[in-house]
């Protein structure tokens, strides 16, 4: 298992913050995000718990389950369907209000399901492949929400 953080300040209130990063959709503004949907509602949010989303990166294909709703504080989900296929074992946002805004801390626990390979060759791929890529594509994300909340990436 690979843990990927990143981590951003984001000029901006932490609702406004919580509330951009939750909805997925808003993703899309992203260049490495091709497609995020919304297919079950949560409960009390639309992601809230219990929320269904899917999302297709240019790092992949991925449905997650929202697990943990908690605004505007934090957010949690888990990778239940993947291509490539995956094991995940967190996926969760932070929202901490600092000095000059909100920082943003995304945390995943994630490797590529590769049985063929065995378990060494796998984290390997997973720690020399997986690794960057998340980082980027979260690191675009978030520079996505930055630009959207202050007009200025972070």
């Known amino acids: 298992m690979e843990t990927v953080t990143v981590e951003r300040v984001i000029a901006a209130p932490v609702q406004d913050v919580f509330d951009w990063l939750t909805t997925t959709t808003h ?8 497609r995020c949907r919304l297919t079950r509602r949560g409960a009390g949010a639309p992601y809230g718990v219990g929320a269904v989303r899917r999302h297709l990166w240019t790092v992949g294909w ?11 504080y934090a957010t949690e989900y888990t990778v239940t369907r993947s291509l490539p296929p ?10 901490t209000e600092v000095d000059g805004g909100t920082l943003v801390r995304w945390t995943t626990r994630a490797e590529v399901r590769v049985p063929f390979l065995g378990p060494r060759p796998t984290r390997r791929l997973t720690r020399l492949l997986v690794h960057p890529l998340v980082t980027r594509a979260f690191g675009s994300i978030l520079d996505a929400a930055a630009t959207a909340l202050t007009g200025r990436a972070g």
């Open 27 to 34: 993703y899309e503004a992203s260049p490495l995000v091709l």
């Open 86 to 95: 995956s094991r995940h074992e967190l996926g969760r946002m932070t929202f």
């Open 62 to 72: 991925f449905e997650e389950r929202i697990t943990r709703y908690d605004p505007p």
